[in-house]
Each structure stands twice: as structure tokens, then as C-alpha cells.
Nanobody, 123 residues
Framework: QVQLVESGGGLVQAGGSLRLSCAGSGRTFSRYAMAWFRQAPGKEREFVAGISGTSSSTYVDSVKGRFTISRDNAKNTVYLQMNSLKPEDTAVYYC?????????????????WGKGTLVTVSS
């Protein structure tokens, strides 16, 4: 059974940093695109960052220059380093996998989802 388990969320002051991790099991994801999404209270879930099987990456404009997505294929894990956090970054963060190989990073239609980890940024 495929599982994605996020960790690293918590409460941080504005300007602080957090590193989210998402560990996969039940299948090797090294060839596939992985991504982070978030859902703030009362809002729709949005794409935050993605990394392809070839390690190209893309970000939503609101986090460019502050967040960095990376992956460790040996650990079947994807990370999201979040710096200069703002109160508007407060959300539940989900990792997801798309069974898409190559450079392409989908923004929706993901195949597997984690259950999420809460990030709260206080002002």
C-alpha cells in the first residue's frame, strides 16, 4: 500500500523557517513528479511547488525566492524548505505524487496524497 507521510509542520513566527518532509512507502517515486500543495482555512487547495523526476522544479509566484523543494531518491522523500515565512503561508501542507516521468510537473491530477501537516505562522 502506497503511503505518503508529511512531517515538520508547526508554529513559527513571521520571518522564521520550517522544513517539511514527506516520506513515501509502498512504491519507489524516484522517477516521478512530486509536489507540495497547501490549503488555508476557507480557501481552496493550491499548488505550492513541484519537482520532476529529472529534478527540475517550479513554484507558485507567492513563494518564489522563499521556498525550495528538493528530493532524496535514496530515502524516497521530498522536502520543502520554507524561509521568510509570512502569516499568509499558514495552511495545511500536503505532499503528492504524480506518476509522470520526465521534466513535466503537473499542477493537478495527482495520483497519491499525504494527509497533511499544519503550518501556522504568527505575526
Amino acid at each position: 500500500q502506497v503511503q505518503l507521510v508529511e512531517s515538520g509542520g508547526g508554529l513559527v513566527q513571521a520571518g522564521g523557517s520550517l522544513r517539511l518532509s514527506c516520506a513515501g512507502s509502498g512504491r519507489t517515486f524516484s522517477r516521478y513528479a512530486m509536489a507540495w500543495f497547501r490549503q488555508a482555512p476557507g480557501k481552496e487547495r493550491e499548488f505550492v511547488a513541484g519537482i520532476s523526476g529529472t529534478s527540475s522544479s517550479t513554484y507558485v509566484d507567492s513563494v518564489k525566492g522563499r521556498f525550495t523543494i528538493s528530493r532524496d531518491n535514496a530515502k524516497n522523500t521530498v522536502y520543502l524548505q520554507m524561509n521568510s515565512l509570512k502569516p499568509e503561508d499558514t495552511a495545511v501542507y500536503y505532499c503528492a505524487v504524480s506518476l509522470t516521468i520526465g521534466d513535466y510537473i503537473p499542477y493537478d491530477g495527482m495520483d497519491y496524497w499525504g494527509k497533511g501537516t499544519l503550518v501556522t505562522v504568527s505575526s
